[in-house]
Antibody, heavy 118, light 110 residues
Framework: EVQLLESGGGLVQPGGSLRLSCVVSGFTFDNYAMSWVRQAPGKGLEWVADISGSGADTYYADSVKGRFTISRDNSKNTLYLKTYSLRAEDTAVYYC???????????WGQGTLVTVSS | QTVVTQEPSFSVSPGGTVTLTCGLTSGSVSTGYYPTWYQQTPGQAPRTLIYSTNTRSSGVPDRFSGSILGNKAALTITGAQADDESDYYCVLYMSGGSWVFGGGTKLTVL
């Protein structure tokens, strides 16, 4: 069974940083690209970042480019999102998702809440 | 700025058929955008329904179907049930490795 478990969310002040993690099991991690998708309270879904199976290729939404870094450790079956210079508008539940050979997000974790507030 | 459009809300009667759409403010949606549909209930993670326009994800009942209708992607629910009451999101793949979600459609079954 595919499982994804996010962690690392919490309350952070504007301008602060957090590192989110997503530990996966039930599939061969390095065979899959992975993405982070977020959802602000009461709002819709927003794609944030994507990384290839090897980690060599990364992509970012314009809203986070230069402030967020996606990475992975295939030896630990773990995906990361390092967030810097956080703003109030970054407040959201952050989901990690698998992206199999194709252009869609297949399996999702339950999410971790990031709240940016003073 | 690419904007993906969806109906903000829709209602359907139990047993009825409803078609939700996913368009672009500029241009037409084609299979090359790999339109994908997700269902989400409050407090839950999204669930993949349809990917690559019309392929049902594992375990999704065949009353959910995807297509291209005119210049939009479409999700059709045939024989709507009470537990289909959810938010539905489409997402389109943009060249260069990015994805844009629509604003979502809140479906009411009543």
């Amino acid at each position: 069974e595919v499982q994804l478990l996010e962690s690392g969310g919490g309350l952070v002040q504007p301008g602060g940083s957090l590192r989110l993690s997503c530990v996966v099991s039930g599939f061969t991690f390095d065979n899959y690209a992975m993405s982070w998708v977020r959802q602000a309270p009461g709002k819709g879904l927003e794609w944030v970042a994507d990384i290839s199976g090897s980690g060599a290729d990364t992509y970012y939404a314009d809203s986070v480019k230069g402030r967020f870094t996606i990475s992975r450790d295939n030896s630990k079956n773990t995906l990361y999102l390092k967030t810097y210079s956080l703003r109030a508008e970054d407040t959201a539940v952050y989901y990690c998702a698998t992206r199999p050979s194709g252009s869609y997000f297949e399996s999702w974790g339950q999410g971790t809440l990031v709240t940016v507030s003073s | 700025q690419t904007v993906v459009t969806q109906e903000p809300s829709f209602s359907v009667s139990p047993g009825g058929t409803v078609t939700l759409t996913c368009g672009l403010t500029s241009g037409s949606v084609s299979t090359g955008y790999y339109p994908t549909w997700y269902q989400q209930t409050p407090g839950q993670a999204p669930r993949t329904l349809i990917y690559s326009t019309n392929t049902r994800s594992s375990g999704v009942p065949d009353r959910f179907s995807g297509s291209i209708l005119g210049n939009k992607a479409a999700l059709t629910i045939t024989g709507a049930q009470a537990d289909d009451e959810s938010d539905y999101y489409c997402v389109l793949y943009m060249s260069g490795g990015s994805w844009v979600f629509g604003g979502g459609t809140k479906l009411t079954v009543l």
